[in-house]
Structures are given as structure tokens and as C-alpha cells.
């Protein structure tokens, strides 16, 4: 037998620790609300084999995106339903997954998972497995969204919306590219063999990132086409711009690659050094900045500013589909009041003429359309200067109050694209 070892030194089945750091994920989002990405390191701490890592996240992931789905199975097994926290229904989700959705073997599924519950409810785990197995149970082909989510993004966009996330949760979502020169679009829809959807855009089916041609000589980086359009609203220019919570880059390459004198800021040490790395290998500059936007300021008004302001990341559920769990009402809540605290601020860093992007990556109007309403509200010296179609790709198209709001199922037929919302804001000369 293989043995690898835990990292509490036990001999163990080769196998089981990543299950382990999977269930480790899932409490971790689950129970403490952290970002999977964000426990990764402590989950799979003493994990030497990095695809045993990627395995564990791999098995988090899909648990997460298909949980009500797994649960429902799960309690159609039982005699009475287990508690959301019980540990035979967290070794049920993760074993149940894997046979059904990741294409491991049943044997192995359950052989993996019924070690981490030695000594508790192994035999009902067993049990409930056996029956769902015998029975050919599957998965639906669309997956279900929590309820929580469903019923509050039902209320704000309908029923399109949910149809569009539920689909968008059952497919990979595609590998989006901005290419540094837009003018050498074509050349690399050719070499990579993709299709793009406005210039400077290539979008691939997937792809070993650090492996596609362009990588490593800095000719593109990879930012959903959504993600990319708040930087598109500033255009070209060579004067003074501020990407405000601007780590790890994207937008910060984008506005470099445009011309602009870029001063990039973020609070995050970790992230930034991310920035410093994409800028490095892009061959970009920006001065980047350490800094709570709350408490720093320019020494002068800038031409263009833009706020990527820190959200409850609900747009982005098809990569990071914790947030379909951890997101409660009150952070949205308290995010939309740093937001508008942010937006206040940085509204003063704005010379008269010059140009205001904020953006959100967010599927919650509270961090969109609200912000935006409760901003006009209050700041009779800016108008919204409003998204042109030419500025957006076939598709897509601004509201008709002049900004852009993308959801679940737009993009769908070319593969979809991240929830966003932007604004295009100009300060009074
Ligand atoms: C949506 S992400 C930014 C993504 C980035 N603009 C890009 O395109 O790559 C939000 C960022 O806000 C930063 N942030 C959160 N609170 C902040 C604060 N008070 N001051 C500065 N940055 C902050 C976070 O560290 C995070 O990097």
C-alpha cells in the first residue's frame, strides 16, 4: 500500500489527507466564513504534493457549487435530516462529489473519506453512500443556487438571472486575456487559438496559464472582460491616473499599457507584491503605493481616477463560489458603507474635468446602482458621463441611466463574463 503521511505524522492511506484539507476548506468557509482561497494554505499545510493541494481545492470548490444539490441528496438517504454541521454530512458531500461530479470512483471516493470519520459515524456514512450508489443517484445537469442567493438576486434582476447563474455554476468558466497592444489582438487570437470579443481580448476555452505563448514575455494577462471594462472607460491618455485598490494589477497594467502616469494603492502588502510581480513581467511602471485609501491622499488632483472598490465579490461566484455561502446581508451591508466612505474620499481627488471610474465586482445593488444614487445625491459637482456602445463589446450594452451593469446569462452564448458594475463619473469644470 502507498502511505503518505498527515501531518500529525500518522501513517495514512494515500488519499486521505487531501480529503482532509478538503473538509478542512469547506469548514473553514462554511462554519468561519473565510474565502476558500484564503484557507487554502492552512488547510493543506504538512500536503507536500502540490496536485494533492489542488486536489483538496479542487473537492472544496465543486462541494460549494453544487452543495444544495449534494444536501438534497443526502437527506433523501436519511431517515431524518442530519444538522447542516454534522460530520457524516460533511464526509457525505465531499465523498458524493467526487463520484458524482469529479469522476473518481466510487471505492475510492468513500475508501478516502470513511478514515476521517473513524471513530464517529462511520457506518451511517457508509450506509447513506451505499444507498445512493445502489439507487444510480446523480446530480441535476444545472445546478441549484442556494436559497439565500436565488431569493435575493431573484429580487433584485429575476428570473433571467438566476437561470443565467445556475447555468453559469455548471460550466467552467472560459480563460479571458488583455493583451498589452491592442493593435496585436489578431496575432494572438492566432497563436493562441481563441476568439475576442472587443480588441485587446482573447478568450480561451482554459489553458496551464504559465505555459501559453505570451506569458512570460509580459504580452497579456489574464483579467475576466468584465474586469476589464472599468479601465477601458478611462481610455488612452499620458496625464496622471490613480488605481485605487489596485492589487494584484489588472487594471493598473491596463491603464500603464494606455499611457497613463499611474500611482497604484492598496492596503494589502501580500496583494501588492502580486502587482509588483504582473508589472515586472509586463515590462509596465506604476508607483505603487502601501496605503488605506481612508487615510492617504494625492499630493495633486489626478485626470483620471478609478475605485475598484472591495466588495462582497458576488460577481465572481463562478471562480470563487464560496461566496454562494459566506456572504451574509450585513457584510453587503458594510461594505457598501466602505464604499461609501471610499467614494467620498476619492471623489476629491478628482481634477475638474477629469474623470471618476468607480466599479464593483459585485452582484448586490447595494454596491452598485445605490452607491451610485446616493453619490449623485450628494455631489452636485459630478454627472455620469455616459458608457458609449463603441465601448463595449456585441452584447453587451449600457442602462439606459449610463452605466453598465452585467449579470448572470449576459455574454452567455460566448461563455458568460463576471457581475460587475461600473459607473462612468465626470467632475464639473
Ligand atoms: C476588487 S480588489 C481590486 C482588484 C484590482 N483593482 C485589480 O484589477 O486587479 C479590491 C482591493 O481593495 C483593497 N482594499 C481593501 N480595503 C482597502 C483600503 N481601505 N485601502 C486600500 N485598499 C483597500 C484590497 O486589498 C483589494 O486588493
Given at each position: ?8 505524522a ?12 478538503a ?35 479542487a ?25 447542516d454541521?454534522a ?22 471516493a ?99 496559464v504559465?505555459?501559453l ?6 504580452a ?31 487594471k ?32 509596465l ?14 499630493a ?10 472591495p ?47 468607480y466599479?464593483?465586482c ?25 458608457i ?42
Amino acid at each position: 500500500m502507498i502511505l503518505a503521511y498527515s501531518n500529525t505524522a500518522q501513517p495514512e492511506p494515500a488519499g486521505v489527507p487531501a480529503r482532509r484539507a478538503a473538509l478542512r476548506l469547506l469548514d473553514a468557509v462554511l462554519r468561519q466564513g473565510l474565502p476558500l482561497e484564503a484557507a487554502l494554505d492552512r488547510a493543506t499545510s504538512g500536503i507536500d504534493r502540490a496536485d494533492d493541494r489542488a486536489l483538496a481545492h479542487a473537492i472544496a470548490a465543486e462541494t460549494l457549487r453544487r452543495l444544495p444539490d449534494l444536501d438534497a441528496l443526502i437527506d433523501s438517504a436519511t431517515a431524518r435530516p442530519l444538522p447542516d454541521d454534522a460530520k457524516a454530512r460533511a464526509a457525505l458531500r465531499i465523498a458524493l462529489v467526487q463520484t458524482l461530479a469529479l469522476g473518481t470512483p466510487a471505492h475510492a471516493a468513500i475508501s478516502t473519506v470513511l478514515p476521517l470519520v473513524d471513530g464517529g459515524p462511520r457506518k451511517l456514512v457508509h450506509g447513506v453512500f451505499g444507498t445512493l450508489s445502489r439507487q444510480n443517484a446523480s446530480l441535476p445537469e444545472i445546478p441549484t443556487l442556494p436559497d439565500p442567493v436565488a431569493i435575493r438576486w431573484h429580487a433584485a434582476w429575476g428570473d433571467d438571472a438566476i437561470e443565467g447563474a445556475e447555468h453559469a455554476i455548471a460550466a467552467p468558466p472560459p480563460l479571458d486575456l488583455v493583451i498589452a497592444d491592442p493593435a496585436t489582438t489578431d496575432r494572438w487570437v492566432e497563436e493562441l487559438g481563441g476568439v475576442s470579443l472587443m480588441p485587446g481580448h482573447v478568450r480561451l476555452p482554459g489553458g496551464h496559464v504559465p505555459e501559453l505563448p505570451g506569458f512570460e514575455e509580459g504580452a497579456w494577462w489574464v483579467q475576466d472582460i468584465a474586469a476589464s471594462l472599468p479601465a477601458r472607460l478611462i481610455g488612452r491618455g499620458a496625464g496622471v491616473a490613480l488605481d485605487l485598490c489596485a492589487a494584484p494589477g489588472g487594471k493598473t497594467m491596463q491603464l500603464a499599457s494606455a499611457g497613463w502616469q499611474v500611482t497604484s494603492v492598496d492596503s494589502a502588502q501580500s496583494r501588492l507584491a502580486r502587482l509588483h510581480d504582473n508589472l515586472a513581467r509586463t515590462k509596465l511602471s506604476a508607483d505603487v503605493v502601501t496605503a488605506d485609501v481612508l487615510k492617504w491622499a494625492p499630493a495633486a488632483p489626478a485626470d483620471a481616477v478609478l475605485l475598484d472598490a472591495p466588495c462582497s465579490a458576488t460577481g465572481i461566484f463562478r471562480r470563487h463560489p464560496d461566496v454562494l455561502h459566506r456572504v451574509r446581508p450585513s457584510q453587503i451591508s458594510e461594505m457598501a458603507a466602505l464604499q461609501e466612505k471610499m467614494l467620498a474620499r476619492t471623489a476629491d481627488w478628482v481634477r475638474p474635468g477629469g474623470v471618476l471610474v468607480y466599479a464593483t465586482c459585485s452582484l448586490e445593488p447595494a454596491e452598485g446602482e445605490q452607491q451610485l444614487k446616493r453619490f449623485l445625491g450628494t455631489r452636485s459637482d459630478y454627472a455620469i458621463d455616459p458608457i458609449r456602445q463603441e465601448e463595449l463589446p456585441d452584447g453587451l450594452a449600457a442602462h439606459a441611466g449610463g452605466y453598465l451593469r452585467t449579470l448572470p446569462g449576459t455574454l452567455a452564448d460566448q461563455g458568460g463574463c463576471d457581475g460587475f458594475f461600473m459607473a462612468r463619473l465626470r467632475r464639473a469644470v
